[in-house]
């Protein structure tokens, strides 16, 4: 037996969200989109996810953050701006509320668990021997030093 069935209006508003987070997003815009009071809204939105439509984006936004942090090379500022922030001590405090660990902090711990460098080349590509041993990319048209052929007569 499944459990009720969600509410569009309520889908909807997630499914917003998620699509803008570097947006400010304000629950009576969401309200009005659902054609709702926001204290209406708020209730329906809190029967179908036990939590206020503001802890509900704040965590989407923070979840975001820490995939973005351990996951890219996008800096402390470019991350917080994606997600929706705009004070760097706000997002701190806020990720570490979340996490338990400020964004540098997580950054620093995934940076010391890479896997070591071999040459440029990470250990798992020199772990396969056709992707370990593949040229460097270069320029058409770009010459290599040293090759016999390009030398001027």
Excluded: W
Excluded at 15 to 28: D, G, V
Excluded at 69 to 91: A, I, Q, R, W
Excluded at 141 to 152: A, E, F, I, L, V
């Amino acid at each position: 037996m499944s459990g009720p069935a969600l509410d569009p209006r309520v889908t909807s508003a997630v499914s917003y969200m998620q699509r803008n987070l570097a947006l400010p997003i304000r629950m009576s815009t969401l309200a009005a989109q659902a054609n709702l009071s926001p204290s209406r809204f708020r209730e329906i939105f809190v029967a179908q996810t036990r939590m206020g439509p503001t802890q509900f984006l704040l965590g989407l936004r923070m979840r975001r953050a820490r995939l973005l942090m351990e996951g890219t090379f996008l800096t402390v500022k470019e991350v917080m701006t994606l997600v929706g922030y705009n004070d760097p001590s706000h997002f701190t405090r806020a990720f570490r509320r979340a996490h338990g660990v400020p964004p540098t902090a997580l950054r620093a711990s995934r940076e010391a668990t890479a896997p070591p460098s071999l040459g440029g080349r990470s250990a798992v590509l020199g772990e396969i021997p056709q992707l370990a041993n593949r040229p460097t990319l270069r320029r058409i048209g770009q010459r290599k030093t040293g090759d016999p052929s390009t030398k001027c007569a």
